[in-house]
Each structure stands twice: as structure tokens, then as C-alpha cells.
T-cell receptor, first 113, second 116 residues
Framework: SQKIEQNSEALNIQEGKTATLTCNYT??????LQWYRQDPGRGPVFLLL?????KEKRKERLKVTFDTTLKQSLFHITASQPADSATYLC????????????FGQGTTLQVKP | GAVVSQHPSWVICKSGTSVKIECRSL??????MFWYRQFPKQSLMLMAT?????????EQGVEKDKFLINHASLTLSTLTVTSAHPEDSSFYIC????????????FGDGTRLSIL
């Protein structure tokens, strides 16, 4: 069955450092992958979408890579700030071109000042 | 742009009550809306896909008679939890998409449902 795995352990880093979050998937060949940010008690907020033919995508301090051979996406936040503390979810397109997304369990990032 | 409004943001009610949650796309027409449920420290689990003017498609294990979905217009979908019980307590989140391929979903801020 399709499976998405994110590091369930919280990631604690110092302000100013680069945070790197991992999303691995199996039994799957998605056309695109998305990353969302979720704050406690709030709905997810879209950050970046990367397509299968794109290796890397950037938006301000964010960078996403997509390796379809390794079946892995890495999400980087450079020059991290305490305000970046949140849970980050990766999501893959479900099979069948229905628009459905399958979410990973999320990784909680804590940036300490 | 692409704002999704969800109402109410939280509700507490007695067991046996039916609760309706609204999801509105404020500045775009949403051909498809999705309803998710999220338990504490877990990820979003898709409950159903709602297309305007047609019956919702429910995910395996989701009771369609328990969770009634109506998508009467391109900007409004509703989820009604019928005869709610404490085990239905959860965080319910809707999302909407424009219908163009490879576009992100836009999420509401969720509804915290607590059944006593």
C-alpha cells in the first residue's frame, strides 16, 4: 500500500541554522509533492509544490528537493527563526488523478532563540 | 487570494446531537472540496471528497450516514455529524481546490468538535 513517512521525532535547532526535514514514500509514483505548515489548532497552510520533473524548488528561505529515484523529498529552511516553529506536513497526490492528497504524519520543528 | 472559511471554529455539545460544519471558499469557485479529520498528534485523514452538485465520495471506513456531506454550490460545502458521540470528538478540517491540475489545496482553519 502507499505509504508516506516523515520523521515523527521533533526537530530542535538553534536560530539561524538550517532545518532539514525528510519525507519518504513507498509503493508510489506521484506526479507532484507538496509541503504544508500547520500551527497548533489551525489548518495547514500551503508552502511549496514540486513536480516530478523538477529537482529543486525555492521560495525565499525555503527549498524543496524531489528525488523520484530515492522516493524522497527534503524540505530546508535556511536562517531559521523562532517563528518557523510549527509542524510541517508533506503530501502526495493520491493515485487515480482525483486530486486527493495523502499526508505524512508531520515533523514538528522547534527553533530556539 | 484563495481563502477558505470554516465555521464554527469550535463546538461543544451533548452526545446524540447533530452538528453542522460549513466550509466556504471566499474568493474562488471550488469545484472540489475535501473533508479531513485529525486526531491529536496525528496527520490529516481524508474522510470524503465533495464535488459540487453530486454525491460525495467517502473513504473506506467512513460512514456516509454518519457524516453527511452536501456541496450545493461552488463556494459552499457542509459536513453534518449526525447523532454525535464522544468518539466523534476530533478536529475537522475542510479544503478546497480550483479544479486546475497540480494546484495546492487551500484549507480552512478547522473545527474543534467536542462531544460530552
Amino acid at each position: 500500500s502507499q505509504k508516506i513517512e516523515q520523521n515523527s521525532e521533533a526537530l530542535n535547532i538553534q536560530e539561524g541554522k538550517t532545518a532539514t526535514l525528510t519525507c519518504n514514500y513507498t509503493n508510489y509514483s506521484p506526479a507532484y509533492l507538496q509541503w504544508y505548515r500547520q500551527d497548533p489548532g489551525r489548518g495547514p497552510v500551503f508552502l511549496l509544490l514540486i513536480r516530478e520533473n523538477e529537482k529543486e524548488k525555492r521560495k525565499e528561505r525555503l527549498k524543496v528537493t524531489f528525488d523520484t529515484t530515492l522516493k524522497q523529498s527534503l524540505f530546508h529552511i535556511t536562517a531559521s527563526q523562532p517563528a518557523d516553529s510549527a509542524t510541517y506536513l508533506c503530501a502526495l497526490e493520491g493515485s487515480g488523478n482525483t486530486g486527493k492528497l495523502i499526508f505524512g504524519q508531520g515533523t514538528t520543528l522547534q527553533v530556539k532563540p | 487570494g484563495a481563502v477558505v472559511s470554516q465555521h464554527p471554529s469550535w463546538v461543544i455539545c451533548k452526545s446524540g446531537t447533530s452538528v453542522k460544519i460549513e466550509c466556504r471558499s471566499l474568493d474562488f469557485q471550488a469545484t472540489t472540496m475535501f473533508w479531513y479529520r485529525q486526531f491529536p498528534k496525528q496527520s490529516l485523514m481524508l474522510m470524503a471528497t465533495s464535488n459540487e452538485g453530486s454525491k460525495a465520495t467517502y473513504e473506506q471506513g467512513v460512514e456516509k450516514d454518519k457524516f453527511l456531506i452536501n456541496h450545493a454550490s461552488l463556494t459552499l460545502s457542509t459536513l453534518t455529524v449526525t447523532s454525535a458521540h464522544p468518539e466523534d470528538s476530533s478536529f475537522y478540517i475542510c479544503s478546497a481546490e480550483t479544479g486546475y491540475s497540480n494546484q495546492p489545496q487551500h484549507f480552512g482553519d478547522g473545527t474543534r468538535l467536542s462531544i460530552l
